[in-house]
């Protein structure tokens, strides 16, 4: 693993756990000599995790819409600023770039930006590890709505593993540098293989 990619909320929350924690991921990705992936954003927990990664040496990768957010938006501290031509494009990158995937709490965005990992991951199109940082137990609920789709059989049950799960910044990143991906198993029940 090289490079790390962090989703996170363009807002910071409002429990003051969510930037704590956001920080403690930038500033153990500095210190693990990884680099750091983001939307370029100097706002919410996005700007918390950079600036962390930033106070301990840590290389930042900022990639941005050109035009889609206000110019104040962006952090004007970041080791490289990459603009992009749109969300998709922005996305690809990310996805090119980096090695796992990391969500901190956050909103629609946020969701987004994960889930696409997660489903790609299941339709092989990458091999990389996803995980959530589950903060105060943020993602419990999205984790409770896996299960009911595997009870109900629209997920196969062995691709819960697909997400990796931990509420600590270094445990969760130690988790992402043992994953291996779930055996592969037909994801369509109406068809055999
Ligand atoms: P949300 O969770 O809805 O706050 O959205 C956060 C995610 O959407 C981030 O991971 C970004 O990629 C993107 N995003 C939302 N707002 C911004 C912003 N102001 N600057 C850069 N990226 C943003």
């Known amino acids: 693993m090289k490079r790390i ?4 909320g363009s807002n910071p929350g ?5 930037r704590e924690v956001a920080e403690q991921l930038g500033k153990h990705i500095a210190q693990m000599d990884y680099e750091l992936v983001y939307g370029g954003s100097r706002i919410g927990l996005m700007g918390s995790v950079a600036n962390a990664a930033l106070q301990h040496k840590g290389t930042v990768i ?4 050109t035009g889609l ?4 938006m962006v952090h004007p501290d970041l080791t490289k600023l990459m603009e992009v031509k749109d969300m998709h494009e ?3 990158q990310m996805r090119e770039l980096s090695d796992a995937f990391i969500a901190l709490p956050g909103g629609l965005g946020t969701f987004e930006e994960i889930l696409e990992m997660v489903s790609w991951g299941q339709l092989g199109i990458h091999q990389k590890p996803v995980g959530l940082l589950n903060i105060n137990g943020f993602y419990e ?3 409770a ?4 789709a595997i009870q109900a059989g629209f997920i196969p049950a062995n691709q819960r593993e697909l997400l990796v799960i931990d509420n600590d910044p270094t445990k969760l990143i130690e988790k992402l540098q043992h994953y291996q991906p779930p055996s592969k ?5 109406e068809l055999t293989d």
């Open 14 to 18: 409002n429990e003051p756990i969510y």
């Open 141 to 143: 609920p999205l984790l």
């Open 90 to 92: 922005r996305k690809a």
């Open 5 to 8: 990619c962090v989703f996170a």
């Open 69 to 72: 957010f206000a110019g104040e």
């Open 62 to 65: 900022g990639i941005m819409p």
């Open 185 to 189: 198993v037909n994801k369509w029940s």
């Open 145 to 148: 709505m896996v299960e009911q």
